[in-house]
């Protein structure tokens, strides 16, 4: 693409105000290492500066705390992104593509969802995995974020879909192909880059929710983030370092998030910048 | 949410602490008085418990600074078990309970813990729905077969324990055994280093330090302006006995002053700030103090706080402010601080007897709270709890919290913890913290001014008078409000209650 | 001045049309539907439909059944009819949090618009791909950074003693400082306008995505006639990326009505009630305060504003076309 004719007085000048906004953007990272690694009392004196003496000790109380959450936490996000993409990509192939009755009353079903606040549903959710049997299992919380997901991922995909070139789907059509091999060979693969993007998306999502999790699991089973919260000492008696040591958690938990994000960004920017999200 | 534990209801008290650093003394041992006679129970099975800052730690998990490791409830468990075979006792973690939603909901879905922690306040103001904990009250009139020669099991608890514990309908839904206390927290080296000698005594020489202080460029002190400790502090004192024994006779059998009681005393326009200039005009004695003290505490907003780095605490211990009004496990965290020992002091509340016009003789230093410790445990009805519906598990689950509930069992408990003292007769105490005993005796009279009617009273109360404390709204509109807020919160109750 | 701007925006229009037919393979077959098609859609939609409807729509609807009654959570709920609402609309905390979010709206929209825009314009016109990579790559990684720890941040930057007061002193600004979150006069506007500099990395890229999709043509042509700047982003890239801002904005409707963190972790939704907004009032009825019945009441009408708003901008959109 062709962009010199575009004048931007100087490119240094666009590239000094991306640099600060990118550190500020990024602050609170070197924020929560640098603190993870201060006590309490050093956090109080100067929550800004450079640990100057780490209390790499932190990080081994986290780590002890929230070692066991790990496999939980990946397991509820495997099953349910999956399951959520896979519903999700159906049920825009359906909406962009195919003519049915009801099709603009469904999408509006779908799509209110998105504007239901959580919190309204926990409660009522919390009793239905109960009376399902779902309660203290990964179940109890993946049939919901299945369902939970499916608002935005449709809404996403269903103009991914919907931009993609007709003309693939005429070929194939031509010859012969139905739906099911249209949508498995052509549709889903095309839109690899943008379930990675959604994926992630929700990855994150589910990774850092603790509310309903800690509702569901109990306090056996626990995933990461509820292992995050109840990493502090009783609040009777507040430990001066439950901040850093919450802090030092979190450190670690991103930490894989933040490899999934490096391994994937190309195909997470991708996703979004092929995609066309618009209405 | 985090439940912000104990509403910050703690006891001040005549004596100050000594700083014996409770957190690291040993568990005093006690000889277990074996029962003559043990019930038989026919039903085998798992107990769960939340057992809340008693649960026990975790073998080879490593306890964060500032934290004690529990063992006691884990031995008593063990002991049971061993006199049960077939019946398992299970802790859950240390922050199942205590939070009333956490509680409400898993007791909606029938999942709630056989035996867990609850703080009285919100057992009787119904934030934790009546139906979810068994009413106790028919068993402490009945023998604890696990304490030899006892009668009636409530016998041995503390006057002060049940008569908090007792909600509006007479039932009581916890058992309660322990008492926490507050004090005034100073740093001696820095209170020297302005030249001030010794802590002050009275509420005029609390501003008068703090403006030294201040003058020396050393930051005073750091508190959140809680309003249930001011109010319970000033209000009782201003109001008086004679007005005090008034609001007490309102709910007959009850010998502390109740969200009941206080409803009466607004219908009868005691309390009413619109009508007794006594019940608001201790306000601005206490904006006083807080213009001297540190404002970045208290200007943050939060009252449940879930996540906060700026405390009274963290500043205090961290050596940046002189003065914080705290709770008795301040003077572990001094240590946890790497703070020098011996430069703890404490005293308590300075006397107030002259800072206006209404104010009386009352000593109103023991009313800051004191039986909303961690030692609150209740038992989940068959609807909060399906399992409870197993023939027999009642009886079991019932025999295990008198088991853990014995005077010997609340001193092993509490005591190892080391920040509040059991309160069972036959108990004792720290050595630390014995002089805090006396207060047990003491007349207590602590009025709440309505934070204790409904937890959204509380909520609103807190934020106006933080915000009055903090010079954005004027006396006579913080007056408005108050009277707003009680008026509602006194509709509702009535609505709930009658 | 050359052929001025009208040519661009015809140029344009034209390939919008072209895109937006491409975009609507359905408007073409109206209504005629084969059934052995619906039967395959039926069938694909069967999986979100069992689970919207077993783990979305049936919690959904108990919950709001619930606002017609008292309910506290465990006991049977008792039915109230419409005290609820009668009672919210004599509520001052609510009607309190309904301006709130009223300013916090029209403020946090553009915020969670404007800036994410600038920054995918500058990131968009850099002539290094590999640069452009960077930033793209920079501004993604935000995503990892717990909320908590942004407020956190932003608590010690705005109280008394804070960075920002500090700033303001040592500009030469002593009379400015004030306790930001402290006093209701500023809290709102503290917390709407924490969390400079409002890059939200998913607006960013989606921004960032209709730049790309714009042709080159226009740009060039633009360049020779010498539009360019400010006029060129008014008059090409803002319409090109029109499409984009709408689902952005729907987005943002929906976020800001749902924003509970910052009230929650941050304020309390004090001082006073300064920044107490419905959702948050809903919450810390239902979990607080345990009135299931009321929180849901406002949770409904909350529900019913935003489903309005956003039907209202879907349906002005599609007019549009």
Known sequence: MVRTGVSWRSQWWTHGVLSILGFVTLYPIIFMVFNALKNGIETAASPFSFPIHPHWNNFVLAFQAILPAFWQSIIVVIVSVSFMLVFSLLSAYAFAWLQFPGRELLFYVVFALLLIPGILTLIPLFIEDKNFGLLRTPWGLIFPYIAGGQAFCIFVLRAFVRNLQEDLFGAARIDGAGDIRIFSLIVAPLCVPILITLGLLNVVGIWGDYVFPQLVLGTQHETVAVAITNFIPPPIAPSLDAFNLQLAAFTLSAIPIALLFFLLMRYFIQGITDGGIKM | MKSHGLRNKGALWMTALSLGLSAVLPVVSVNAASPPTVPKLAWKGTITMGAWVFTPTAPGQKVAPGTVRQTALLTLANEFEKMYPGIHIKFLSPNYGNDPNFIRTEAAAGQLADVWDAQYA???????????????????????PYVSGNKEWGSYMSPLGLAVSQAPNGAYYEINGDYIATAFYYNKALFKKAGISKPPVTWAQLLSDSRILKAHGIDPGAHRPYWS???????????????????????????????????????????????????MAWWPVVKELYQYWDKNVSAVPVLNAPTSAVTGSTLFNAGKVAMTYSGSWEPGLWVAGKQKPANLGAFNLPSIANTSRYATTYDSTTTVGGPSGGFQYSISTPQADQTMSQPGKFQAVLDWLRFMSSPRADQMVVNQWGVTIPTFKGSHPLPALRSLTSALSKPWYPVFGFSDVSVSAHTQIFKLFQEYINGFISFASAKQQYAQIVQQAVQQYSAQNH | ??????????????????????????????????????????????????????????????????????????????????????????????????????IWSLVGLPLSLVPSFVVAELIFHLRSTRAQYVYRTVFVLSFVIPSVVTILIWQYIYEPTGLLNHLLISMGLQSWTQSWIADPKYALWAVILMGFPWVNPFNLLVYYAGLQSIPAELFDAAAVDGVSGLQRIAHID???????????????????????????????????????TPVFYMYEQAIQYGNYGYSMAIALMLFVVVMALALVNIKYFQAER
């Not at chain 3, 959570?73 to 609309?89: E, Y």
């Not at chain 3, 319409?239 to 941050?266: A, C, D, E, F, R």
């Open chain 3, 1 to 102: 001045m050359g052929l001025g701007p009208k040519v661009y925006t015809e140029q344009m229009a034209s390939s919008v049309k072209a895109h937006e037919m491409r975009q609507h393979p359905a408007v073409r077959t109206k209504r005629r539907y084969s059934w052995k098609t619906a039967l395959v859609a039926y069938v694909f939609l069967l999986p979100t439909l069992i689970a919207i409807a077993l783990f979305s729509y049936y919690p959904a609807l108990s919950a709001l059944l619930g606002a017609f009654t008292n309910w506290n959570g465990f006991n049977p709920p008792q039915w109230v009819g419409l005290q609820n609402f009668a009672q919210a609309f004599q509520d001052p905390i609510f009607l309190a949090s309904a301006k709130n979010l009223l």
């Open chain 2, 229 to 279: 400790w001011w109010s319970r502090l000033f209000l009782s004192n201003f109001l008086g006995i004679p007005t005090l024994k008034q609001l007490l006779s309102f709910q007959p059998g009850n010998p502390s002053i109740t969200p009941q009681d206080e409803v009466v005393g607004y219908q009868k326009g005691i309390l009413n700030p619109l009508k007794n200039p006594r019940v």
């Open chain 3, 238 to 276: 803002v319409p090109m990326v029109l499409s984009q801002i709408k689902v952005l904005l729907v987005l943002s409707i929906v976020g800001v009505t749902q924003n509970i963190v910052v009230p929650l972790i941050m304020t309390d939704g004090g001082p006073g009630n300064s920044t107490t």
């Open chain 2, 122 to 144: 919100d057992l009787n103001s119904g934030v934790i729905p009546h139906g979810i904990a068994v009413n106790l009250a028919p068993y402490f009139k009945k023998s604890n």
